[in-house]
């Protein structure tokens, strides 16, 4: 469809974007994964930090390096902008925008408007809030994106008239048999 093609690569838009901005531009990036790191670990208890897997448990501790930080922002952009272009392409539409709702699992969870609050000014306050309701809103679209069947019927309303395609001949074949035995 049109309407589709069109689309996909506006939706992408931003995903790509974010992605080249972030191989572009780490460091920016890694600070703001900091500070919404900072913002969560107020928030966890320090006992919950031993249940949680070592890496996790690193950020979480503030271990991890801003060096560290900018490679893990680049690495997140790369995979926004593979998955962006997938999606803009067409190739593996759902499995793009699928990944794509994975990938701005992490911008939402740095940008919860939980924590030190009074270390942020209202700028960045208003800044982060706008960037966690745009992260939200895009994965939204990207699950609606990643669910969309592109009118075609789905594998469960396939396997459903398969069933009953199958009950229907099995009944015909018996009524057939039957109809044979009296004559």
Known sequence: MLLRRIARPLFASWFVSQGV?????????????????????????????????????????????????ATLAQAHGAAMLVAGAMLAVGRAPRAAALALAGLTLPIVLVNLPVGAKAALTKDERRARSERFVRA????????????????????????????????????????????????
């Open 21 to 69: 901005d972030a191989l572009r531009h780490p460091s920016a990036h890694a600070q703001v994964v900091r500070d919404g790191v900072d913002g969560l670990r107020t928030r966890v208890p320090a006992a919950a930090h031993d249940r949680v897997p070592a890496p996790v448990a690193r950020v979480l501790t503030g271990e991890v390096t801003d060096k560290e930080l």
């Open 136 to 183: 939200l809103s895009f994965t939204g679209g990207a699950v609606l994106a990643g669910v969309d069947l592109e009118g075609r019927p789905g594998v469960s309303w396939r396997v459903q008239h398969a069933r009953t395609d199958r009950a229907a001949l099995k009944a015909a074949r018996a009524a057939e048999a039957a109809k044979h035995v009296d004559d």
